[in-house]
């Protein structure tokens, strides 16, 4: 009796390992009724970022109840680089886990997403799916599949390479920029006096009581002091006037003579200073003499003058005065009602009419300033002469960066309190790769003078370039409020980021540009984004690089190939990224292609 007891539980337990490796076996057998997809296909990256969804549909009484099926992704480059990403664990029915169930008379379907960062060997490789399948102690390894091949990298094409620039200059891309040398070079000075006339008269006549004061005499003594200091007279204006109480065809007569009568004047003068500065100097008078342009004006009568001078005036009824000459629109009116007044009024007799028969002469001189080349020489030999704002002017002068780093470098040691010199001096060292050096000269500028829009821009280019997108952000937002126009860098950090819309908003008032038509393609904009690159007006190799992008998404073969042949012409290198490029994965045995990448 023991006897058959033992026999029956072992020919029981061999029935169910028999049954076991029966339903391993099935499994293993039909596995090819099993699907499997990932999307997108070929991937894609987007911010740096690979995000797929693997979906796998298993038909009615395929799934044993108590099986589980282990499923690996890995991705295998074209160089033997394997990355394995999250396993995906299913289990059936009787099988007491936390992973997904799928049914064994329904069958049953599951979806993953699973996100890895972007490597750029990724563009070559394959998604691989390796799987086993376990009941109980035993296990079966499944047939491997191919799930995708290659990755769109598109999305990494966005384009930085920031050039040196001042703030004026920074519009429409990204840029390493200058502070301001505030250096405004030789400016117009101006001096004024004036000679006045009696009633009718336009010669000189230095008795009268206003060019008696000595203010007016003063100033005409000035005007010929002020002249001789200045190497350059740019110009003398003479504009003669009249006082409105004549007859109007005599006071424009009166105003024009009036201004020449000046200009004799001042020609008699101008010539009596050279005389005596010459032999002060011990100079020639043609060596110290300068070239004056002469602007003569006749203003005729001076109406505005007059009533300003009224208004002025300490007359008890100005107010009355003012009003009846205004009422009169005819000129010979008006000028009755003044001879009118004078006979009522001394005031306007003697001072207010006489003050309006003149002639003012200003001469404008060129301020006596260093020449660039002087600058520039001194700023190689004598930097410590020249200002701070002379010594980074000189540094504009020039293209070559050594020498616009060595005057940089010596402007902060000679004025170290200016933030601007280590901020110049950085924009040198980041354009040269030298970030960690440039990131402590900002630093120093920034703590010498905080909230500058054009360190805080440079801060954010750096930190964009090493890929630190959440401080660039930030550091561009911050230079904006500093009153930075950053739309086009905060679009380039949305790029990078993969927000696309962000991008979008950030490059609205930005035209005729790469990256904006790149994020245009990225959107699948593609109308918007051909007529983007149409309208740059000097088209680069990467700009028909995007244009033969656009021909492939769109299926245009023409456009497709005549702006490949096009990039792959003006820089051999696009070849070699064009045969790795997924975008042209449907065109690369076309003869055309071909041709274009050969």
């Given at each position: 009796?023991?006897?058959?007891?033992?026999?029956?539980?072992?020919?029981?337990?061999?029935?169910?390992?028999?049954?076991?490796?029966?339903?391993?076996?099935?499994?293993?057998?039909?596995?090819?009724?099993?699907?499997?997809?990932?999307?997108?296909?070929?991937?894609?990256?987007?911010?740096?970022?690979?995000?797929?969804?693997?979906?796998?549909?298993?038909?009615?009484?395929?799934?044993?109840?108590?099986?589980?099926?282990?499923?690996?992704?890995?991705?295998?480059?074209?160089?033997?680089?394997?990355?394995?990403?999250?396993?995906?664990?299913?289990?059936?029915?009787?099988?007491?886990?936390?992973?997904?169930?799928?049914?064994?008379?329904?069958?049953?379907?599951?979806?993953?997403?699973?996100?890895?960062?972007?490597?750029?060997?990724?563009?070559?490789?394959?998604?691989?799916?390796?799987?086993?399948?376990?009941?109980?102690?035993?296990?079966?390894?499944?047939?491997?599949?191919?799930?995708?091949?290659?990755?769109?990298?598109?999305s990494e094409r966005v384009s930085v390479q920031p050039n040196l620039a001042y703030k004026g200059q920074s519009a429409n891309g990204s840029f390493f920029v200058f502070a301001d040398h505030n250096y405004t070079g030789p400016k117009i000075i101006e001096k004024t006096a004036v000679i006045f006339f009696?009633?009718?008269?336009?010669?000189?006549?230095?008795?009268?009581?206003?060019?008696?004061?000595?203010?007016?005499?003063?100033?005409?003594?000035?005007?010929?002091?002020?002249?001789?200091?200045?190497?350059?007279?740019?110009?003398v204006d003479i504009v003669g006037w009249a006082s409105p109480e004549g007859e109007l065809k005599r006071n424009q007569e009166l105003s024009s003579k009036r201004s020449e009568t000046g200009k004799k004047w001042f020609e008699s003068e101008y010539n009596k200073t050279i005389k005596a500065m010459a032999?002060?100097?011990?100079?020639?008078?043609?060596?110290?003499?300068?070239?004056?342009?002469?602007?003569?004006?006749?203003?005729?009568?001076?109406?505005?003058?007059?009533?300003?001078?009224?208004?002025?005036?300490?007359?008890?009824?100005?107010?009355?005065?003012?009003?009846?000459?205004?009422?009169?629109?005819?000129?010979?009116?008006?000028?009755?009602?003044?001879?009118?007044?004078?006979?009522?009024?001394?005031?306007?007799?003697?001072?207010?009419?006489?003050?309006?028969?003149?002639?003012?002469?200003?001469?404008?001189?060129?301020?006596?300033?260093?020449?660039?080349?002087?600058?520039?020489?001194?700023?190689?030999?004598?930097?410590?002469?020249?200002?701070?704002?002379?010594?980074?002017?000189?540094?504009?002068?020039?293209?070559?960066?050594?020498?616009?780093?060595?005057?940089?470098?010596?402007?902060?040691?000679?004025?170290?309190?200016?933030?601007?010199?280590?901020?110049?001096?950085?924009?040198?060292?980041?354009?040269?790769?030298?970030?960690?050096?440039?990131?402590?000269?900002?630093?120093?500028?920034?703590?010498?003078?905080?909230?500058?829009?054009?360190?805080?821009?440079?801060?954010?280019?750096?930190?964009?370039?090493?890929?630190?997108?959440?401080?660039?952000?930030?550091?561009?937002?911050?230079?904006?409020?500093?009153?930075?126009?950053?739309?086009?860098?905060?679009?380039?950090?949305?790029?990078?980021?993969?927000?696309?819309?962000?991008?979008?908003?950030?490059?609205?008032?930005?035209?005729?540009?790469?990256?904006?038509?790149?994020?245009?393609?990225?959107?699948?904009?593609?109308?918007?984004?051909?007529?983007?690159?149409?309208?740059?007006?000097?088209?680069?190799?990467?700009?028909?690089?995007?244009?033969?992008?656009?021909?492939?998404?769109?299926?245009?073969?023409?456009?497709?190939?005549?702006?490949?042949?096009?990039?792959?012409?003006?820089?051999?290198?696009?070849?070699?990224?064009?045969?790795?490029?997924?975008?042209?994965?449907?065109?690369?045995?076309?003869?055309?292609?071909?041709?274009?990448?050969?």
């Amino acid at each position: 009796m023991k006897t058959f007891k033992v026999i029956s539980i072992l020919l029981l337990s061999s029935g169910m390992l028999l049954f076991t490796n029966c339903g391993l076996k099935k499994m293993v057998k039909k596995q090819t009724s099993v699907s499997y997809s990932v999307t997108p296909n070929p991937l894609e990256t987007h911010g740096g970022k690979m995000t797929m969804e693997i979906q796998g549909n298993f038909p009615k009484k395929y799934f044993n109840k108590k099986a589980t099926l282990s499923l690996v992704p890995v991705i295998k480059t074209s160089t033997g680089e394997t990355t394995t990403l999250q396993t995906i664990n299913l289990e059936g029915e009787k099988v007491n886990g936390n992973n997904t169930v799928i049914g064994y008379k329904s069958g049953g379907k599951f979806t993953i997403t699973q996100t890895i960062d972007y490597k750029p060997a990724y563009q070559t490789c394959e998604l691989m799916l390796t799987s086993s399948a376990k009941l109980k102690t035993k296990e079966a390894s499944l047939n491997e599949i191919k799930l995708a091949e290659g990755t769109i990298a598109t999305s990494e094409r966005v384009s930085v390479q920031p050039n040196l620039a001042y703030k004026g200059q920074s519009a429409n891309g990204s840029f390493f920029v200058f502070a301001d040398h505030n250096y405004t070079g030789p400016k117009i000075i101006e001096k004024t006096a004036v000679i006045f006339f009696e009633v009718n008269r336009d010669v000189l006549n230095w008795n009268l009581p206003f060019n008696k004061k000595e203010e007016n005499k003063q100033a005409l003594k000035d005007l010929m002091s002020f002249v001789s200091q200045y190497k350059n007279v740019e110009s003398v204006d003479i504009v003669g006037w009249a006082s409105p109480e004549g007859e109007l065809k005599r006071n424009q007569e009166l105003s024009s003579k009036r201004s020449e009568t000046g200009k004799k004047w001042f020609e008699s003068e101008y010539n009596k200073t050279i005389k005596a500065m010459a032999k002060k100097e011990k100079k020639d008078e043609k060596e110290l003499k300068k070239e004056i342009t002469y602007n003569l004006k006749d203003n005729g009568e001076d109406w505005d003058g007059f009533i300003e001078a009224v208004n002025n005036s300490s007359i008890q009824d100005k107010s009355q005065i003012v009003n009846v000459i205004k009422s009169q629109s005819d000129l010979d009116q008006r000028e009755q009602q003044i001879r009118n007044m004078i006979a009522i009024y001394n005031e306007i007799d003697n001072e207010i009419l006489p003050s309006l028969r003149r002639a003012i002469v200003k001469a404008n001189c060129l301020e006596n300033k260093k020449t660039d080349e002087q600058i520039a020489q001194m700023a190689a030999n004598q930097p410590d002469s020249l200002n701070n704002d002379e010594l980074l002017y000189a540094a504009s002068l020039t293209t070559n960066l050594k020498t616009k780093a060595d005057i940089f470098k010596k402007a902060t040691e000679i004025y170290p309190n200016d933030y601007r010199a280590y901020n110049d001096l950085a924009c040198i060292k980041a354009s040269e790769g030298n970030f960690d050096e440039a990131k402590k000269l900002l630093d120093k500028a920034n703590s010498l003078s905080p909230n500058k829009g054009e360190v805080l821009n440079n801060q954010g280019i750096i930190a964009l370039l090493s890929g630190d997108y959440e401080n660039a952000k930030k550091y561009f937002e911050a230079s904006q409020k500093a009153g930075f126009n950053q739309d086009y860098n905060i679009g380039i950090v949305s790029m990078k980021t993969g927000d696309y819309t962000s991008a979008t908003n950030a490059f609205s008032a930005t035209k005729c540009n790469y990256n904006v038509a790149l994020n245009q393609i990225l959107t699948k904009d593609y109308t918007a984004a051909k007529s983007t690159i149409d309208c740059i007006q000097q088209k680069s190799a990467k700009d028909y690089y995007l244009l033969a992008i656009i021909g492939a998404r769109t299926n245009d073969t023409n456009i497709l190939f005549k702006n490949l042949s096009k990039a792959c012409e003006l820089d051999s290198d696009y070849k070699t990224q064009a045969l790795k490029d997924m975008e042209f994965k449907n065109f690369k045995d076309n003869a055309a292609f071909k041709d274009a990448v050969k």
